[in-house]
Nanobody, 120 residues
């Protein structure tokens, strides 16, 4: 019904930058919030950043001041600009969308994940 397509992951050196994108498409829906989560090997999935329909944002303490989440409402797309990347940021990053479908059901959708590796 709704697909989330992520892009922008890759390999970067410590101190470098990457920009992730996630576009939502499919059935008619109303977005409440979109966000990014990450999961490192042998660790729990954790929230990185979220942005609401009203453009309120929330960040994990570990990324505050380095990462910025933004959105393009016309494209149903959310971005994560990641600066000053550290090896500890290495993980699979997942996009999440909290939305209400056209017939009234509220759902959460996940993207397929994109690998971010920070290494010299």
């Amino acid at each position: 019904q709704v697909q989330l397509v992520e892009s922008g992951g890759g390999l970067v050196q410590p101190g470098g930058s990457l920009r992730l994108s996630c576009a939502a498409s499919g059935s008619s829906f109303s977005l409440h919030a979109m966000g990014w989560y990450r999961q490192a090997p042998e660790k729990e999935r954790e929230l990185v950043a979220v942005i609401t329909s009203g453009s309120r944002t929330n960040y994990a303490d570990s990324v505050k001041g380095r990462f910025t989440i933004s959105k393009d409402n016309a494209k149903n797309t959310v971005y994560l600009q990641m600066n000053s990347l550290e090896p500890e940021d290495t993980a699979v990053y997942y996009c999440n969308a909290d939305l209400t479908l056209w017939y009234g059901a509220r759902r959460a959708y996940w993207g397929q994940g994109t690998q971010v590796t920070v290494s010299s």
